[in-house]
């Protein structure tokens, strides 16, 4: 004996079986009206067509939340004014505005926009924000360095095309032929159909319209619709309207997901201090609430205030133990806090929980290499290697190899390893740094030099290629180049005792002349 199709459908809906649910839907939807049973208000064609929206928008729903990619577009023609020379601690654009707390350039990495390396790749804080237009289309565009993506618009393609991916014969609803006014008066149909026309037509205007009727209809004290309205405002890049929309729902009713959506639209205005202020006062209403803790801690690392970020990503442990962000951040913390042992613990408590991937073994690798165990060392590597899916994975596998191999001296083998790294990856900045620096040992000036310029003009960011060739250009007497590249190395890292000397020693030499 089969199920009643309509509670069929409904059962793969919440066994999330989108497809089925879909399918049995069209089904009841295509019976003529005379089969259709009338309900008081609510008959099976509306029930199966608000069913079928909801299982179309949840085949293809991204969170917002989490959904905020800054791509090239929206960065060098954001029409946002932002103070140019921003107090200390107070901005998100200049990385030099930040706080200290952690580890300086020379001991962790930083990506291109002055931030030191996370433990964790969020869509969040990938957006850099290059100097000029050259330097945003010059480097790659990957989500793993804070290198800019081509377009905000790029991570909503699959919604865009959800139509034609979910329905192969055309789309489920005609937008164009839509009575929004009467659907609006429908609070029960308005709110699927919202949702569908946002995330799987993505259609930002239609359904902007749809959400200011069906608030005008609720008489503006439904929080829902006003939470909406300021989802599409934030889509189209008007972040004051989805202000004050946000701040309303809020007055209405206390919600953990409206002071998520309201901070991210205060980070993209760059106010950080504001965010955190919110995110505060969030935690008053909902004490121990995660996500809030989440959030003021990766303010505080993107401020590299790294310090005060460790405590509060310690705080979300004690709320989540099993916690994958705070966990891999706090690791990758104390492993350049040079506490590679600690680190370790951390990221056995991530192979505990089930996180089985390239990234994590790498780190193990690293982790075991400096805490002296060396027995582990090349097995987690080897696993890495196995495990890893993109090239550019395999290449940071390679890449740390070549440092275990530098670490024990030999020499050959860490040449090996860089090079297998650029076969990889040949925008790897570090690699070619290194590769110049044992061509240099190996008296090679001129291939030292070619790959030191590569690895300059790949990552401007980084002080240690132009430090190298200051040092080279010194050595070979070429003291006009090795002060103009000292002088970069200073601007990347200013705290460097090194450069700072060598530019004492040409200025001595240029004021003898």
């Not at 929004?180 to 949702?195: D, M, R």
């Not at 505080?300 to 133990?321: F, G, P, R, W």
């Amino acid at each position: 004996m089969g199920l009643e199709p309509l509670f069929q459908a409904w059962s793969y809906f919440r066994r999330r079986k989108f497809r089925e649910c879909a399918d049995v839907c069209s089904q009841l939807l295509e019976r003529p009206p005379s089969e259709q049973e009338l309900d008081s208000e609510y008959t099976v064609f509306q029930a199966a067509w608000s069913l079928k929206t909801r299982a179309l928008t949840e085949m293809v729903y991204v969170d917002e939340i989490d959904m905020d990619q800054e791509g090239i577009a929206e960065m060098i023609l954001d029409e946002n004014a932002v103070a140019q020379v921003a107090r200390p601690g107070t901005s998100l654009k200049l990385p030099g505005t930040g706080q200290g707390g952690g580890p300086s350039p020379a001991v962790r990495p930083v990506t291109q926009s002055g931030r030191p390396i996370t433990g964790f790749v969020r869509p969040s804080t990938q957006g850099g924000r290059p100097s000029t237009m050259e330097q945003a289309i010059r480097t790659p565009r990957t989500a793993l360095t804070a290198r800019p993506i081509t377009s905000a618009s790029g991570g909503y393609i699959r919604p865009g095309t959800a139509s034609m991916l979910t329905n192969p014969d055309g789309p489920f609803i005609n937008l164009s032929r839509l009575n929004l006014t009467k659907y609006a008066q429908k609070p029960k149909l308005a709110k699927a159909l919202f949702e569908y026309i946002f995330h799987h037509e993505n259609d930002i205007k239609n359904a902007l319209d749809l959400a200011a009727l069906a608030t005008e209809h609720a008489q503006f004290k439904d929080w829902w619709w006003k939470v909406q309205i300021g989802k599409c405002y934030y889509r189209l890049g008007l972040y004051r309207e989805a202000e004050k929309q946000f701040k309303s729902a809020l007055k209405q009713q206390d919600m953990v997901d409206t002071f998520l959506y309201l901070a991210k639209v205060y980070l993209r205005l760059d106010q950080p201090v504001t965010a955190l202020n919110l995110f505060k006062q969030g935690l008053e209403r909902f004490p121990g609430e995660v996500t809030l803790i989440c959030g003021i801690a990766r303010i505080y690392e993107e401020m590299n205030n790294i310090s005060s970020a460790a405590e509060y990503y310690k705080d979300v442990l004690k709320q989540d133990n099993t916690h994958v962000e705070a966990i891999a951040c706090i690791g990758s913390n104390h492993f350049y806090s040079d506490q590679p042992e600690i680190a370790l613990r951390f990221y056995r408590r991530l192979l505990q929980m089930g996180v089985y991937n390239c990234q994590l073994f790498n780190n193990l690798g690293l982790c075991c290499f400096y805490a002296q165990q060396y027995d582990m060392t090349l097995s987690s590597f080897e696993r890495a290697l196995f495990l890893a899916e993109k090239e550019e994975e395999t290449a940071d596998v390679w890449y740390n190899l070549g440092h275990v191999a530098v670490g024990i001296g030999d020499l050959n083998l860490a040449y090996q390893c860089f090079k297998l790294t650029l076969v990889n990856n040949n925008d790897y900045a570090e690699a070619y740094n290194n590769l110049a620096v044992l061509e240099m040992r190996k008296g090679h000036t001129e291939q030292a030099r070619a790959l030191l310029q590569t690895a300059s003009s790949l990552a401007p960011h980084m002080y240690e290629p132009h430090f190298n060739i200051a040092i080279l250009s010194e050595k070979v007497g070429d003291l006009q180049r090795s002060y103009t590249a000292a002088q970069k190395s200073e601007e990347a890292f200013p705290g460097h005792v090194d450069t700072q000397q060598l530019l004492k020693q040409l200025k001595e030499h240029f004021a003898m002349l």
